[in-house]
């Protein structure tokens, strides 16, 4: 079993930066792809991006946040991180990481973090 626990998000202005975190609990962090999701009220839940096991060399990113948003990882510290620029008032959701063993996590991934708030102003 898995635990993630989701970190950074916050308020912030149109146009402003954020850096989300993840932190897994797994000893085998690298044999896990891990996703990004979020959650607007009265939407139902969607993917945002997603990096592949070990180095990470395959990203993926919902055309919403493309050219905006960056997914990394980090194996020694177990974190995943989503780095979100130009953020826009649509961009506010709750958002949730997820990961899955070696394959890339989608919405019926096993495990889920509890979810951090970002919320942009306009």
């Known amino acids: 079993q898995v635990q993630l626990v989701e970190s950074g998000g916050g308020l912030v202005q149109a146009g402003g930066s954020l850096r989300l975190s993840c932190a897994a609990s797994?000893?085998?962090?690298?044999?896990?792809?891990l996703g990004w999701f979020r959650q607007a009220p009265g939407k139902e839940r969607e993917f945002v991006a997603s990096?592949?096991?070990?180095?990470?060399?395959?990203?993926a990113y919902a055309e919403s946040v493309k050219g905006r948003f960056t997914v990394s990882r980090d194996n020694p510290k177990n974190t995943v991180y989503l780095q979100m620029n130009s953020l826009k008032p649509a961009d506010t959701a709750v958002y949730y990481c997820?990961?899955?063993?070696?394959?890339?996590?989608?919405?019926?991934?096993?495990?889920w973090g509890q979810g951090t708030q970002v919320t942009v102003s306009s």
């Open positions: 797994t000893r085998t962090f690298g044999s896990y792809g």
């Open positions: 997820a990961a899955a063993y070696k394959m890339v996590p989608n919405m019926s991934s096993p495990y």
């Open positions: 990096i592949s096991t070990w180095s990470g060399e395959n990203t």
